[in-house]
Each structure stands twice: as structure tokens, then as C-alpha cells.
């Protein structure tokens, strides 16, 4: 390991791509201290009070500075990601605090606030570019939203609440967690395992074992209990496993395990927090950023997707009860079986091998495949291109105009690895922007163009019997996973904002950001595209259209019921956070019972905690907007429906549209207005419900080309 000069520093060379083939461990701390040093600098530099607040004197110096430093430390965290080796792992926690500590001051430093404000209410703002004003905007908004102009008297009080929310939210997981692990069922009799998949008894066994016990043990994790409730024979275990997983950190287990109080005081702080800022309600601050306009627009949605699907949920209902009664002997079906019945109904309708699918979804054609949807979709050409690389599996390519100039770059990190973060993500490693230092007589050149990292966790290739390099094949999944994170990288990738504020992703609204990652997911249930990309392993064939129109179906089982849980679960929590008062006498659970008695098709038992458990909101960042999981599928299903109409999913007037009004505007404009600029009107929930194979619509038959056959029955 060598130790770079501060001068020959790869994390401080800016002039192209990132040095993995330089970059040590070692170079960490000095590079990061150096630019977070420069950082501070400028702060003060840019703060000082006879600073002109403009847009060129004051701001573009400071995202000049700040860009660095992201763009070094994104770097760093990048490896840390794929490559966490204790050397790595070690550079990068050591410089976490000091990195997280300097955005908390930036965050709170209201001489920056102040010039903000001084650039908005100055007579330059009218002539900033659209990019510029909306980043200003944005700065404003959300110092406003941290407090930064409460009364002085307030503010000890805001931040007092800021804690201790952060407190409880950290002790509403920490709960959830022990109570969690409370919990064991222990069985010595085998015959209770009856149904349940080999791996699932052997994982079991080892929990005894390493409990020193001979038998097996079940757990309320999800890799023990999902098994249990899939496919246990025995009612029984069911029943006590799903007793215990739905009252988990209840009133029913230990006492300074329940998670009640911390709920009710957390909802108290929300809405006194909200109140201090002048708001009248938790949800209305939580949708300050987004892209939902009102908190009765949203309920509007929601209620909307409720009743739309609600027949459909009723049928999926139906079925459950009539398969139960003819084919398991249950006459009654209670919560602990759905899901075993579920999954006996599904395999005895559409039982197809994940198996079999894997053979078809061979790596190149995969990728040619991917390469060629986003060619023909948005006019752009994609080819094989040099790097310095952080592990010889990766890849390298460039986006081109068919004339040939550089859009931008992409790494693809497709394989698992021991020392590589679990999942899939993109991530950008230099931003589209302005370059800096140039003149006022910008020419393309100036402009730094964007580079992505697309990771991904897949299997890679292994060798047969005769030491053969097999390709590597992909589930269904892994290739949906894959066209996801492509369209994060494309609305990266494809940007035309100069201003890094705004530009690609950045500046995009929290609920609309999965809008073209789901989106360019529709291109992997197209029949036209599954055919070119899949060939199966040994033989070479496309995948056969009845395997195709079984994976369809599986799809779209029990959409209504699943539409349906997802809208219980985002109206009580919406109403939680607006129409809810702690104070005023009714309880968290009878407002679910109000909500569940609007839109459930099947009530779960009155002993059921379900609030207790919803981390989501309570610990995660979804408070009042745990809405946008569906918000964000309307935007997308809705956007693929302007191509389904015209018969051609990738017709080249609408590629256009959609990479000229959402794909490059990204943050520069409103999520709304890119949305209505490609549409011509507002979003409609039929799209997502028609591809969900919840349409009755009669007319749209003829759009039903390929892939939006509601299974026979
Ligand atoms: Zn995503």
C-alpha cells in the first residue's frame, strides 16, 4: 500500500474519471480532511458580510467547493460498497462523523440561509435561468423546514423535539427488534413440519443446534416465519407463529418492550413540531418536498385506488374461500391462512420453475437486450469504453448522439461478491455540470458529463461438470432488478441541466423519484422484448410464450388484495399524521379499525398490533409518505400507457417526449409539470390497475397487446 503526496492524491483529482487503479485505503483521511478544510474555507469566505449575494458571486462558488467533496466522498463510499474489506471499511468509518458532522453545520449555518433569502428577494433572481431560481428554492425551503426562522424562543424547543424524535424512532426499531428475537417456538415432534421445503427444516434444525437443543426452531424473522405461514401444514404452528409475529411489541409481551406509548408520543411531537413551523398538521410539513400537493389530494388517490380495485380484491377473496373449501377442507379461513392458501392456489393455477425461467436469461442477451430497449426508446447509442476499474467483473460503456459525442458513462458491477453490499443500487459518480472555471461563452465542451455506477448482486458464471465456463443466467427478477436500476441511471445519465443542483436526480421530489426506474421495469413483461433478450443456455430458444403467459399471471395474483393492503396501510397512515389528535380521546387503533372498515376485504383479529410493528413510519423516513410506493406506481404504469397507446412500446415520438420533458428536466422543473408536459393532463390510476390485470374496461382490449391478459380462471 502506498502513500500518496497530498499533491498526487487520486481523491483530489477532478480532471476525469475516478483513479481505482491508484486509490489506497491510506488516501482516505488526508484527501477528505483536505476538501472538508477547503470546505469550511470557503463557508466563511462565502458568508462574510460584504459578499454580494448573487447567484455568481455567492452560490456557484459554493456548489463549485461542495461538489468536490461530495464527489470525493461519494468515491469512497462507492468502494466501501463494492469492495468492503476491513482496510476500506475502516478508512471510511473513520471519516463518517467528520463528513456527516460538516453537512449537519451546512444544514444549520443561517448565514448561508440569509444569503439565500438575499438572493431571492433581490432583483437578479427574475434573471437567473428556471434551474438556478429552483435551486434557491430549494435551499430555502429547506432551512425553513429545519427551523432556521423560528422565533428565538422557539428554537431551543424545536430542537428539543428534533431529539428526542430521533430517540424514539431509534427505540421503536431497537423494540421491534428484541421483541423480535423474544420470541421462539421450538418443536420435537417432525410431523409438525409436514409442508414445509427442505432448506426451511434444515435452517430450523441449525437453530436448535445452536441453541445447544436437539429439534427444530422457528423464529419471528422473516426467513423462518415467511416459510411457516407459506406452506406449515399444521394450523397449529401457523396460528401460534402468527399470534406472535402480529402482537409483537404490544402491551401483551414485556412492558418496556411495547412500543404503544412511544407511538402516541411521537405522534404528540410530529404535530407540535409542525405546528411551531405554522403548519397544521405533520402531513402537510411531510408534504412540503414532495411532489402530492395537499394532504386531500392524496387521500383523494388513495381513496380513488380503493374502490377501483376493491371488486377485484373481493374476487381474489372468492377464490381464496372456494379453493379452501373444495381443495383443503377449511371451511373457514382466518389470518393464518391466507398465506398457505395463497400458495397452494397459486402452484395449483400457475405453477411454473423459477428454474426453468433462469435457463433463458442468459448474460448477453440480457444485456443486448437492455442495451438495445434503451437505444431504440431514446435515440442514443451504447458502447463498450475504458476505465479504471475496482474489480476486473466490472464493466465499462458510454452513451453517445448517434453522431458519436459523449452523453455519459456507466460502470456495471453485475456479481455478487463476499465483500459487496447486498441488493442492487445505482449511484452517480460525477454529476452533469457547468464546468467551473469557464467563460461566459459556454460551448459543449464545458460541460462535465455525468458517469453512473449500476451494482448488482446476481450469480456469475460457473463451470460445468467438464470445467466449461457456463454463462451466467438470471431469474426474471434479477433482469426487472436490472432494467430498475437502469432507469435510475438513465434519469442520471440522460440530464441536460447544467446546474448540478438540479440536474439529474437531484432536486427530484422524494415520491417521484422511482418514476423511470419503474418505468423502464414495463420493458421486461413486453412479449416483443422477452423474446429478443431471453435464449435459452443449451438449446439456444427464446422463451416459450405459454412459460411467459404463466410468469404473467403469477404477477398479477391477488393484485386486488395487495392494491388494497397497500392503501390501508398509506390512508392510516396519512390520516394518522393529519386527521389524528392523541389528545382528543381516540386511540391509534381505532382509527385503523375506521380505515380497515373503508377499504379491507378481510379484517384481521382484534388482538392485532399492526401499528406496534409499522417501522416504516415510525422509525424510517415514511412518516406520512409511506403513500408513494403507489404514488410512484401510477406515475410510472401511467407514463408506459402513452406508448401502449399508440400500439408501439417504443414508439419513437413518445421516447422522445418522455427523455425530453421527464428523463432530462429531472429536478429543474416540477415532478408535476415534467409529468403533464409528457401527458398532456394530469396522472390516472387506470394504467397501473389495467397492468395489474385489474381493468373491466371492455374498450381497452385492443391495447392488450401481449402483456395484459387477466388469467382465465
Ligand atoms: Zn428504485
Request: with cysteine; hydrophobic share 40%; proline share 5%.
Given at each position: 500500500?502506498?502513500?500518496?503526496?497530498?499533491?498526487?492524491?487520486?481523491?483530489?483529482?477532478?480532471?476525469?474519471?475516478?483513479?481505482?487503479?491508484?486509490?489506497?485505503?491510506?488516501?482516505?483521511?488526508?484527501?477528505?480532511?483536505?476538501?472538508?478544510?477547503?470546505?469550511?474555507?470557503?463557508?466563511?469566505?462565502?458568508?462574510?458580510?460584504?459578499?454580494?449575494?448573487?447567484?455568481?458571486?455567492?452560490?456557484?462558488?459554493?456548489?463549485?467547493?461542495?461538489?468536490?467533496?461530495?464527489?470525493?466522498?461519494?468515491?469512497?463510499?462507492?468502494?466501501?460498497?463494492?469492495?468492503?474489506?476491513?482496510?476500506?471499511?475502516?478508512?471510511?468509518?473513520?471519516?463518517?462523523?467528520?463528513?456527516?458532522?460538516?453537512?449537519?453545520?451546512?444544514?444549520?449555518?443561517?448565514?448561508?440561509?440569509?444569503?439565500?433569502?438575499?438572493?431571492?428577494?433581490?432583483?437578479?433572481?427574475?434573471?437567473?435561468?428556471?434551474?438556478?431560481?429552483?435551486?434557491?428554492?430549494?435551499?430555502?425551503?429547506?432551512?425553513?423546514?429545519?427551523?432556521?426562522e423560528l422565533a428565538a424562543k422557539?428554537?431551543p424547543r424545536f430542537q428539543a423535539?428534533?431529539?428526542?424524535?430521533?430517540?424514539?424512532?431509534?427505540?421503536?426499531?431497537?423494540?421491534?427488534?428484541?421483541?423480535?428475537?423474544?420470541?421462539?417456538?421450538?418443536?420435537?415432534?417432525?410431523?409438525?413440519?409436514?409442508?414445509?421445503?427442505?432448506?426451511?427444516?434444515?435452517?430450523?434444525?441449525?437453530?436448535?443446534?445452536?441453541?445447544?437443543?436437539?429439534?427444530?426452531?422457528?423464529?419471528?424473522?422473516?426467513?423462518?416465519?415467511?416459510?411457516?405461514?407459506?406452506?406449515?401444514?399444521?394450523?397449529?404452528?401457523?396460528?401460534?407463529?402468527?399470534?406472535?409475529?402480529?402482537?409483537?411489541?404490544?402491551?401483551?409481551?414485556?412492558?418496556?418492550?411495547?412500543?404503544?406509548?412511544?407511538?402516541?408520543?411521537?405522534?404528540?411531537?410530529?404535530?407540535?413540531?409542525?405546528?411551531?413551523?405554522?403548519?397544521?398538521?405533520?402531513?402537510?410539513?411531510?408534504?412540503?418536498?414532495?411532489?402530492?400537493?395537499?394532504?386531500?389530494?392524496?387521500?383523494?388517490?388513495?381513496?380513488?385506488?380503493?374502490?377501483?380495485?376493491?371488486?377485484?380484491?373481493?374476487?381474489?377473496?372468492?377464490?381464496?374461500?372456494?379453493?379452501?373449501?373444495?381443495?383443503?377442507?377449511?371451511?373457514?379461513?382466518?389470518?393464518?391462512?391466507?398465506?398457505?392458501?395463497?400458495?397452494?392456489?397459486?402452484?395449483?393455477?400457475?405453477?411454473?420453475?423459477?428454474?426453468?425461467?433462469?435457463?433463458?436469461?442468459?448474460?448477453?442477451?440480457?444485456?443486448?437486450?437492455?442495451?438495445?430497449?434503451?437505444?431504440?426508446?431514446?435515440?442514443?447509442?451504447?458502447?463498450?469504453?475504458?476505465?479504471?476499474?475496482?474489480?476486473?467483473?466490472?464493466?465499462?460503456?458510454?452513451?453517445?448522439?448517434?453522431?458519436?459525442?459523449?452523453?455519459?458513462?456507466?460502470?456495471?458491477?453485475?456479481?455478487?461478491?463476499?465483500?459487496?453490499?447486498?441488493?442492487?443500487?445505482?449511484?452517480?459518480?460525477?454529476?452533469?455540470?457547468k464546468r467551473p472555471e469557464v467563460?461566459?461563452?459556454?460551448?459543449?465542451?464545458?460541460?462535465?458529463?455525468?458517469?453512473?455506477?449500476?451494482?448488482?448482486?446476481?450469480?456469475?458464471?460457473?463451470?460445468?461438470?467438464?470445467?466449461?465456463?457456463?454463462?451466467?443466467?438470471?431469474?426474471?427478477?434479477?433482469?426487472?432488478?436490472?432494467?430498475?436500476?437502469?432507469?435510475?441511471?438513465?434519469?442520471?445519465?440522460?440530464?441536460?441541466?447544467?446546474?448540478?443542483?438540479?440536474?439529474?436526480?437531484?432536486?427530484?421530489?422524494?415520491?417521484?423519484?422511482?418514476?423511470?426506474?419503474?418505468?423502464?421495469?414495463?420493458?421486461?413483461?413486453?412479449?416483443?422484448?422477452?423474446?429478443?433478450?431471453?435464449?435459452?443456455?443449451?438449446?439456444?430458444?427464446?422463451?416459450?410464450?405459454?412459460?411467459?403467459?404463466?410468469?404473467?399471471?403469477?404477477?398479477?395474483?391477488?393484485?386486488?388484495?395487495?392494491?388494497?393492503?397497500?392503501?390501508?396501510?398509506?390512508?392510516?397512515?396519512?390520516?394518522?399524521?393529519?386527521?389524528?389528535?392523541?389528545?382528543?380521546?381516540?386511540?391509534?387503533?381505532?382509527?385503523?379499525?375506521?380505515?380497515?372498515?373503508?377499504?379491507?376485504?378481510?379484517?384481521?383479529?382484534?388482538?392485532?398490533?399492526?401499528?406496534?410493528?409499522?417501522?416504516?413510519?415510525?422509525?424510517?423516513?415514511?412518516?406520512?409518505?409511506?403513500?408513494?410506493?403507489?404514488?410512484?406506481?401510477?406515475?410510472?404504469?401511467?407514463?408506459?400507457?402513452?406508448?401502449?397507446?399508440?400500439?408501439?412500446?417504443?414508439?419513437?415520438?413518445?421516447?422522445?417526449?418522455?427523455?425530453?420533458?421527464?428523463?432530462?428536466?429531472?429536478?429543474?422543473?416540477?415532478?408535476?409539470?415534467?409529468?403533464?408536459?409528457?401527458?398532456?393532463?394530469?396522472?390516472?390510476?387506470?394504467?397501473?390497475?389495467?397492468?395489474?390485470?385489474?381493468?373491466?374496461?371492455?374498450?381497452?382490449?385492443?391495447?392488450?397487446?401481449?402483456?395484459?391478459?387477466?388469467?382465465?380462471?
Amino acid at each position: 500500500m502506498t502513500d500518496h503526496p497530498l499533491q498526487d492524491n487520486p481523491l483530489l483529482d477532478f480532471s476525469g474519471l475516478p483513479r481505482f487503479d491508484m486509490l489506497t485505503p491510506a488516501d482516505v483521511q488526508p484527501a477528505i480532511s483536505t476538501l472538508l478544510g477547503r470546505c469550511r474555507a470557503l463557508i466563511e469566505r462565502q458568508t462574510a458580510d460584504d459578499l454580494a449575494a448573487t447567484w455568481t458571486d455567492f452560490a456557484a462558488p459554493l456548489f463549485d467547493g461542495f461538489e468536490q467533496l461530495s464527489r470525493a466522498w461519494g468515491t469512497v463510499g462507492h468502494v466501501h460498497s463494492v469492495n468492503d474489506i476491513p482496510a476500506w471499511r475502516d478508512a471510511y468509518n473513520g471519516m463518517l462523523p467528520e463528513v456527516a458532522r460538516f453537512y449537519a453545520e451546512v444544514g444549520q449555518n443561517l448565514q448561508l440561509f440569509d444569503k439565500y433569502k438575499a438572493i431571492a428577494a433581490s432583483n437578479g433572481y427574475a434573471r437567473l435561468s428556471v434551474a438556478q431560481q429552483r435551486i434557491v428554492d430549494h435551499e430555502i425551503r429547506d432551512f425553513r423546514l429545519s427551523g432556521a426562522e423560528l422565533a428565538a424562543k422557539d428554537k431551543p424547543r424545536f430542537q428539543a423535539i428534533a431529539e428526542e424524535l430521533a430517540q424514539l424512532s431509534a427505540k421503536f426499531s431497537e423494540n421491534l427488534l428484541d421483541a423480535t428475537n423474544a420470541f421462539a417456538e421450538m418443536l420435537s415432534d417432525e410431523s409438525e413440519l409436514a409442508g414445509l421445503p427442505d432448506d426451511a427444516r434444515q435452517a430450523a434444525r441449525e437453530a436448535a443446534e445452536r441453541d445447544g437443543k436437539s429439534g427444530w426452531k422457528f423464529t419471528l424473522h422473516m426467513p423462518s416465519y415467511l416459510p411457516v405461514m407459506q406452506y406449515a401444514d399444521s394450523r397449529r404452528l401457523r396460528a401460534v407463529m402468527y399470534r406472535a409475529y402480529a402482537t409483537r411489541a404490544a402491551e401483551f409481551g414485556a412492558a418496556e418492550l411495547d412500543n404503544t406509548p412511544l407511538i402516541r408520543r411521537i405522534l404528540e411531537l410530529r404535530r407540535e413540531q409542525a405546528q411551531l413551523l405554522g403548519y397544521q398538521n405533520f402531513a402537510e410539513v411531510s408534504l412540503v418536498p414532495k411532489m402530492a400537493a395537499s394532504v386531500p389530494q392524496v387521500l383523494g388517490f388513495l381513496r380513488d385506488l380503493a374502490v377501483k380495485a376493491r371488486p377485484f380484491a373481493e374476487q381474489d377473496i372468492a377464490d381464496l374461500r372456494a379453493f379452501a373449501r373444495s381443495e383443503l377442507g377449511l371451511d373457514h379461513i382466518e389470518a393464518w391462512d391466507i398465506a398457505y392458501v395463497s400458495e397452494k392456489l397459486l402452484q395449483a393455477r400457475y405453477a411454473f420453475s423459477e428454474h426453468e425461467v433462469k435457463q433463458y436469461f442468459t448474460e448477453d442477451k440480457v444485456l443486448s437486450g437492455l442495451i438495445t430497449v434503451i437505444e431504440t426508446l431514446f435515440g442514443v447509442r451504447i458502447q463498450p469504453d475504458q476505465a479504471p476499474l475496482w474489480h476486473p467483473d466490472v464493466r465499462f460503456y458510454r452513451i453517445e448522439t448517434p453522431a458519436g459525442e459523449l452523453i455519459g458513462q456507466f460502470y456495471l458491477d453485475l456479481y455478487a461478491r463476499e465483500t459487496k453490499r447486498g441488493g442492487a443500487w445505482m449511484d452517480e459518480a460525477i454529476s452533469r455540470r457547468k464546468r467551473p472555471e469557464v467563460s461566459p461563452t459556454l460551448t459543449r465542451d464545458d460541460i462535465q458529463k455525468p458517469v453512473a455506477y449500476l451494482n448488482c448482486n446476481f450469480s456469475r458464471p460457473v463451470c460445468d461438470q467438464d470445467g466449461k465456463l457456463r454463462p451466467a443466467t438470471f431469474t426474471h427478477d434479477d433482469v426487472i432488478t436490472l432494467f430498475h436500476e437502469t432507469g435510475h441511471g438513465l434519469h442520471h445519465l440522460l440530464t441536460r441541466v447544467d446546474e448540478i443542483g438540479v440536474a439529474g436526480i437531484h432536486g427530484v421530489e422524494w415520491d417521484a423519484v422511482e418514476l423511470p426506474s419503474q418505468f423502464m421495469e414495463n420493458y421486461c413483461w413486453e412479449w416483443s422484448v422477452l423474446q429478443k433478450m431471453s435464449a435459452h443456455i443449451d438449446t439456444g430458444e427464446p422463451l416459450p410464450r405459454a412459460l411467459f403467459d404463466k410468469m404473467l399471471a403469477a404477477k398479477n395474483f391477488q393484485s386486488g388484495l395487495q392494491t388494497l393492503r397497500q392503501v390501508e396501510f398509506s390512508l392510516f397512515d396519512l390520516l394518522l399524521h393529519s386527521d389524528f389528535d392523541p389528545a382528543a380521546g381516540r386511540s391509534v387503533l381505532e382509527l385503523l379499525d375506521e380505515v380497515r372498515r373503508e377499504v379491507a376485504v378481510f379484517i384481521p383479529p382484534e388482538w392485532h398490533r399492526f401499528p406496534n410493528s409499522f417501522a416504516h413510519i415510525f422509525a424510517g423516513g415514511y412518516g406520512a409518505g409511506y403513500y408513494s410506493y403507489k404514488w410512484a406506481e401510477v406515475l410510472s404504469a401511467d407514463c408506459y400507457g402513452a406508448f401502449e397507446e399508440t400500439g408501439n412500446p417504443f414508439d419513437q415520438a413518445t421516447g422522445q417526449r418522455f427523455l425530453n420533458e421527464i428523463l432530462s428536466t429531472g429536478g429543474s422543473r416540477s415532478a408535476i409539470d415534467n409529468f403533464r408536459a409528457f401527458r398532456g393532463r394530469e396522472p390516472q390510476v387506470d394504467a397501473l390497475l389495467r397492468h395489474r390485470g385489474m381493468s373491466a374496461a371492455q374498450n381497452l382490449e385492443d391495447l392488450e397487446h401481449a402483456h395484459h391478459h387477466r388469467p382465465a380462471p
